[in-house]
C-alpha cells in the first residue's frame, strides 16, 4: 500500500522568511496530492491540491510542486505571517478513491515574529 | 456550499460507558464519508469509511463502530469505552472530485 513520509517534523521560520515542506510517496497509482493546514483543536482544511497531470500550483502565497519521476512534492509558502503557524499534512491519494487517502505526519510551523 | 457538522466539539466519558458521535454533512448528495483518529501530535489514522448508506467498512481492528443510517449521516459509536480510544476524532466527506473535507472535530478523553 501507499506510504507518506514528511519532513520536517518541525520548523520554525522568522516573519518574511519562506518555508518549504517535503514529502514523498510510495504508489505510482497515486494521483492526487493535497495539503491541510490545521489549527490547534480544529479539523484539517485544504489549503492547495496537485494533480499528477501537472507539476506545479500556484495560489497567492503558497505554492506546491509534484516531480512524479522521484515521487516526492513541496509545498512552499512565502512571505510567511504568524497565522501561518500550524501543523501542515500532505496525503496522497488515486483520484476517484477517497478511501485511499494516506496522509503524512505532518510538520508543525512556527512562525516568529 | 457544501458544509459539514460534527458534534460534540468535546466529550469526557469514563472507561466503559458508552459513546456516539455524529456527523452530517449539508449540500451535497450521496458523499463519501469518513472518520478518522488523530493521537496527540501524529498524523491522521483511518477508522472507517462509507460510500453509500448501510456500507461500513473498516481499516483497523478496534474498540469503535459506525453506521451510516442516511445519506448524510454518519455515526461512531462504541458499546464500551477504553482508556485507548482517547483522541481527536475526525469526520470527512469526498464527492465528485477527491477533495475531502473535514469537520472541526471532537476531543474525546476517556477517564
Known amino acids: 500500500g501507499e506510504n507518506v513520509e514528511q519532513h520536517p517534523s518541525t520548523l520554525s521560520v522568522q516573519e518574511g522568511d519562506s518555508a518549504v515542506i517535503k514529502c514523498t510517496y510510495s504508489?505510482?497509482?497515486?494521483?492526487?496530492f493535497p495539503w491541510y493546514k490545521q489549527e490547534l483543536g480544529k479539523g484539517p482544511q485544504l489549503i492547495i491540491d496537485i494533480r499528477s497531470n501537472v507539476g506545479e500550483k500556484k495560489d497567492q502565497r503558497i505554492a506546491v510542486t509534484l516531480n512524479k519521476t522521484a515521487k516526492h512534492f513541496s509545498l512552499h509558502i512565502t512571505e510567511t505571517q504568524p497565522e501561518d503557524s500550524a501543523v501542515y499534512f500532505c496525503a496522497a491519494a488515486e483520484d476517484n478513491y477517497g478511501q485511499n487517502f494516506v496522509f503524512g505526519p505532518g510538520t508543525r510551523l512556527s512562525v516568529l515574529p | 456550499s457544501q458544509t459539514i457538522h460534527q458534534w460534540p466539539a468535546t466529550l469526557v466519558q469514563p472507561v466503559g460507558s458508552p459513546l456516539s458521535l455524529e456527523c452530517t454533512v449539508e449540500g451535497t448528495s450521496n458523499p463519501n464519508l469518513y472518520w478518522y483518529r488523530q493521537a496527540a501530535g501524529r498524523g491522521l489514522q483511518l477508522l472507517f469509511y462509507?460510500?453509500?448508506?448501510?456500507?461500513i467498512s473498516s481499516e483497523v481492528p478496534q474498540n469503535l463502530s459506525a453506521s451510516r443510517p442516511q445519506d448524510r449521516q454518519f455515526i461512531l459509536s462504541s458499546k464500551k469505552l477504553l482508556l485507548s480510544d482517547s483522541g481527536f476524532y475526525l469526520c470527512a466527506w469526498t464527492g465528485a472530485r477527491t477533495e475531502a473535507f473535514f469537520g472541526q472535530g471532537t476531543r474525546l478523553t476517556v477517564v
Open positions: 504508489d505510482s497509482a497515486s494521483n492526487y
Open positions: 462509507s460510500v453509500g448508506i448501510g456500507q
